[in-house]
Protein backbone atom coordinates (compact mmCIF):
# COMPACT_ATOMS: atom_id res chain seq x y z
CA UNK A 1 0.00 0.00 0.00
CA UNK A 2 2.62 2.90 0.99
CA UNK A 3 4.43 1.87 -2.47
CA UNK A 4 1.41 2.69 -4.51
CA UNK A 5 0.65 5.54 -2.13
CA UNK A 6 4.76 6.68 -3.35
CA UNK A 7 4.64 5.76 -7.12
CA UNK A 8 1.08 7.86 -6.94
CA UNK A 9 2.87 10.97 -5.14
CA UNK A 10 6.03 10.84 -7.83
CA UNK A 11 3.40 10.33 -10.21
CA UNK A 12 1.13 13.51 -9.24
CA UNK A 13 4.62 15.73 -8.37
CA UNK A 14 5.72 15.12 -12.31
CA UNK A 15 1.83 15.73 -13.40
CA UNK A 16 1.70 18.83 -11.45
CA UNK A 17 5.15 19.81 -13.02
CA UNK A 18 4.37 19.76 -16.55
CA UNK A 19 0.85 20.98 -16.58
CA UNK A 20 1.96 24.40 -14.98
CA UNK A 21 5.27 24.37 -17.00
CA UNK A 22 4.34 27.82 -19.58
CA UNK A 23 6.48 27.93 -22.21
CA UNK A 24 5.81 31.45 -24.12
CA UNK A 25 6.99 33.50 -27.83
CA UNK A 26 6.92 36.61 -28.76
CA UNK A 27 6.98 37.25 -32.50
CA UNK A 28 7.04 40.30 -34.25
CA UNK A 29 4.71 41.47 -36.58
CA UNK A 30 4.80 44.89 -38.27
CA UNK A 31 7.10 47.81 -37.99
CA UNK A 32 6.23 51.24 -39.26
CA UNK A 33 8.58 54.06 -39.34
CA UNK A 34 6.93 57.76 -40.09
CA UNK A 35 9.06 61.22 -39.98
CA UNK A 36 7.19 63.38 -38.98
CA UNK A 37 9.98 66.49 -40.26
CA UNK A 38 10.69 65.62 -44.22
CA UNK A 39 13.36 68.76 -43.53
CA UNK A 40 14.98 67.20 -40.65
CA UNK A 41 15.32 63.57 -41.37
CA UNK A 42 13.47 60.63 -44.05
CA UNK A 43 13.14 57.10 -43.72
CA UNK A 44 14.88 55.62 -46.68
CA UNK A 45 14.08 51.96 -45.63
CA UNK A 46 12.45 50.29 -42.72
CA UNK A 47 10.96 46.78 -42.66
CA UNK A 48 10.22 43.47 -41.07
CA UNK A 49 12.07 40.50 -43.26
CA UNK A 50 10.97 37.25 -42.97
CA UNK A 51 13.82 34.69 -43.16
CA UNK A 52 12.09 31.33 -42.39
CA UNK A 53 9.30 30.65 -39.76
CA UNK A 54 11.86 30.82 -37.10
CA UNK A 55 13.88 33.79 -38.10
CA UNK A 56 13.07 37.63 -38.76
CA UNK A 57 15.01 40.58 -38.77
CA UNK A 58 14.78 44.54 -38.81
CA UNK A 59 16.24 47.21 -40.82
CA UNK A 60 15.90 50.69 -40.79
CA UNK A 61 18.21 53.51 -42.90
CA UNK A 62 17.23 57.36 -41.60
CA UNK A 63 18.95 59.55 -43.91
CA UNK A 64 19.95 62.88 -41.32
CA UNK A 65 19.45 66.08 -43.77
CA UNK A 66 20.57 68.42 -40.81
CA UNK A 67 23.77 67.33 -39.06
CA UNK A 68 25.41 67.79 -37.09
CA UNK A 69 22.58 66.62 -34.53
CA UNK A 70 23.61 67.33 -31.07
CA UNK A 71 20.26 66.79 -29.65
CA UNK A 72 18.33 63.89 -29.31
CA UNK A 73 15.98 62.63 -26.54
CA UNK A 74 13.61 58.94 -27.07
CA UNK A 75 10.40 58.74 -25.89
CA UNK A 76 9.58 54.54 -24.99
CA UNK A 77 6.25 53.90 -24.52
CA UNK A 78 4.49 49.89 -24.53
CA UNK A 79 1.40 49.38 -24.98
CA UNK A 80 -1.39 46.59 -24.73
CA UNK A 81 -4.38 46.26 -27.53
CA UNK A 82 -7.27 45.87 -25.08
CA UNK A 83 -10.05 46.99 -27.37
CA UNK A 84 -7.49 49.42 -29.11
CA UNK A 85 -3.48 50.15 -27.52
CA UNK A 86 -3.57 51.10 -24.11
CA UNK A 87 -0.39 52.18 -22.00
CA UNK A 88 0.76 49.35 -20.33
CA UNK A 89 3.90 49.09 -18.03
CA UNK A 90 6.27 51.60 -19.57
CA UNK A 91 6.00 54.84 -20.75
CA UNK A 92 9.43 57.14 -20.17
CA UNK A 93 11.81 59.48 -21.93
CA UNK A 94 15.61 58.91 -21.94
CA UNK A 95 18.36 61.48 -23.64
CA UNK A 96 20.03 59.89 -25.92
CA UNK A 97 22.92 61.81 -25.92
CA UNK A 98 23.13 61.72 -22.09
CA UNK A 99 22.74 57.79 -22.18
CA UNK A 100 25.69 57.51 -24.59
CA UNK A 101 28.23 59.40 -22.72
CA UNK A 102 27.63 56.81 -19.36
CA UNK A 103 25.46 53.71 -20.55
CA UNK A 104 26.72 51.51 -17.51
CA UNK A 105 24.94 54.40 -15.11
CA UNK A 106 21.69 51.44 -15.29
CA UNK A 107 21.57 48.26 -15.99
CA UNK A 108 18.91 47.73 -18.11
CA UNK A 109 19.57 50.69 -20.43
CA UNK A 110 23.56 48.80 -20.30
CA UNK A 111 21.72 45.47 -21.87
CA UNK A 112 20.22 46.93 -24.17
CA UNK A 113 22.81 48.77 -25.47
CA UNK A 114 25.34 46.04 -25.83
CA UNK A 115 22.68 44.21 -27.66
CA UNK A 116 22.00 47.43 -30.36
CA UNK A 117 25.39 47.65 -30.88
CA UNK A 118 25.86 44.68 -32.71
CA UNK A 119 23.41 46.30 -35.08
CA UNK A 120 23.60 49.77 -35.37
CA UNK A 121 25.72 52.33 -35.89
CA UNK A 122 24.90 54.42 -32.90
CA UNK A 123 27.32 53.48 -30.37
CA UNK A 124 28.67 56.99 -29.94
CA UNK A 125 27.42 59.80 -27.77
CA UNK A 126 26.47 62.92 -29.85
CA UNK A 127 27.01 64.55 -32.53
CA UNK A 128 25.55 62.25 -34.99
CA UNK A 129 27.24 63.71 -38.50
CA UNK A 130 26.16 60.35 -40.24
CA UNK A 131 22.73 58.33 -41.14
CA UNK A 132 21.41 55.76 -38.80
CA UNK A 133 21.74 52.55 -39.98
CA UNK A 134 19.81 49.59 -37.90
CA UNK A 135 20.79 46.50 -40.16
CA UNK A 136 19.39 43.01 -39.84
CA UNK A 137 18.79 43.06 -36.17
CA UNK A 138 17.16 40.17 -34.98
CA UNK A 139 14.54 39.94 -32.27
CA UNK A 140 15.76 36.71 -30.05
CA UNK A 141 17.30 38.64 -26.74
CA UNK A 142 13.91 40.81 -26.81
CA UNK A 143 11.84 37.69 -26.87
CA UNK A 144 14.26 36.29 -24.19
CA UNK A 145 13.72 39.12 -22.02
CA UNK A 146 10.26 39.42 -22.68
CA UNK A 147 9.09 35.68 -22.30
CA UNK A 148 11.67 34.64 -19.50
CA UNK A 149 13.37 37.78 -17.41
CA UNK A 150 10.29 39.56 -17.41
CA UNK A 151 7.53 37.67 -18.12
CA UNK A 152 3.95 39.23 -20.02
CA UNK A 153 0.48 38.53 -19.84
CA UNK A 154 -0.33 36.71 -23.32
CA UNK A 155 -1.44 39.40 -26.06
CA UNK A 156 -0.80 41.79 -28.83
CA UNK A 157 1.72 44.91 -28.01
CA UNK A 158 3.04 47.87 -29.78
CA UNK A 159 6.58 48.92 -29.07
CA UNK A 160 6.32 52.87 -29.85
CA UNK A 161 9.47 55.24 -29.78
CA UNK A 162 9.32 58.75 -30.83
CA UNK A 163 12.78 60.46 -31.74
CA UNK A 164 12.96 64.17 -30.76
CA UNK A 165 15.88 65.97 -31.35
CA UNK A 166 16.13 70.14 -30.41
CA UNK A 167 12.50 69.66 -28.53
CA UNK A 168 10.72 69.04 -31.69
CA UNK A 169 9.42 65.39 -32.29
CA UNK A 170 10.95 64.36 -35.50
CA UNK A 171 9.84 60.80 -35.93
CA UNK A 172 8.24 57.98 -34.86
CA UNK A 173 8.94 53.94 -34.82
CA UNK A 174 5.88 51.13 -33.53
CA UNK A 175 7.07 48.03 -33.31
CA UNK A 176 3.99 45.47 -33.54
CA UNK A 177 4.18 42.05 -31.66
CA UNK A 178 2.34 39.05 -30.28
CA UNK A 179 3.43 36.78 -27.18
CA UNK A 180 1.40 33.79 -26.88
CA UNK A 181 1.85 30.70 -24.54
CA UNK A 182 2.03 26.96 -25.27
Same mark, same amino acid.
Given at each position: MAIKLNLFVAFLMIYIYYITEVYSRLEVTNIQCKSLDKDFALIENCFLKSVNRSY?? +?SIKVNLLQKPVTNVKVHFGL?????GYKPFLYNITLDACKFLKSPKS????LYFYNYFKNFSNMQHPCPYDH?? +?VDKMSYDSINNMATKVLPFPEGNYMFETDWISYGIRRAVVKLYSSLTTY
Open positions: KY +IYQRLNNPVADI +I
